[in-house]
């Protein structure tokens, strides 16, 4: 009995759906009006970098461009999670609704981080295939000169480790960006984004450094002479190094983020 009272106090349902109603009745608003200006200008991007490619054909490589140029703005989105932070008012609101930490923290996570990206990626394939039939009437396009692709994600090979690495890489910074507004109430995201730059200069500087102590007779001012080779999975050892640094990220930082929340509270 003890037990399942302890687990209605961390985690009941009916009081995260209540959660979920209200940050969807506050915020519906908000959310509608930026995947509305992502839905347009992920098509204005695409539209006009098909018109603008110097290629003949514009095939899987392009789509992987635009889409990693365009994760940017599912970046933003992401950073700008728990808006109720922003003022202290709004914050006082919240940390008072009736809800447990974990609660808050999993509705927020479901609304920008999984939400967020369901519906970005969603977005990215049906602009890629609206700018392919709109241009699909040109007459370099009709008259086969000029190839437009139909777009599909079946085209990217994840099931590499090395594309597994690569995911694993972008979901960790926004696992990074999702908590920033717990740490700086204002100008969240830019200051998260220099917080990030540091950590990665940090980062070289600290190889930099283990270069020049371990291999001196090779290393001049900021090169990094330490040997490249094979390790696990095939993997270099600079890129499992780097893909190590940036699991850690994610699993460092939605736990800290459940305790600074926790912070905020009390």
Known sequence: MTYFMKLHKFFSLKRFGHLLAANLRLNSKRYLYFFTGAAVGLYILLLFGMLWDPHDT????????????????????IGSAFPAFSEKTTTADYLLFPASHFEK????????????????VFLFWADAHLARLTL???????????????????????GTV??????????????????????????????????????????VLLLVLGSHLF????????????????????????ELLW????????IFFLPLAYFKLKEKQL
């Open 136 to 158: 699909s009437n040109l007459e370099t396009v009709r008259t086969g000169k000029g190839i437009i692709e139909p777009f599909s994600y079946s085209d990217w090979d994840f």
């Open 162 to 203: 090395y594309g597994s690495l690569t995911a694993m890489t972008i979901f960790s910074i926004y696992g990074f960006l999702f908590t920033t507004r717990l740490f700086f109430s204002r100008l969240a995201l830019v200051k998260s984004i220099i917080s990030g730059v540091i950590l990665l200069i940090s980062a």
């Open 58 to 77: 514009v095939g899987v490589e392009y789509y992987f461009h635009m889409f990693a140029f365009s994760l940017g703005a599912l970046g933003i989105y």
């Open 105 to 120: 923290l999993l509705s927020q996570f479901l609304l920008y981080y999984v939400a967020g990206t369901i519906v970005f």
């Open 215 to 238: 291999f001196p007779e090779k290393t001049q001012g900021f090169n990094i002479a330490a040997p490249i080779y094979s390790s696990l999975w095939d993997l270099r050892n600079i």
């Open 243 to 250: 893909g190590s640094l940036f699991a850690i990220i994610f």
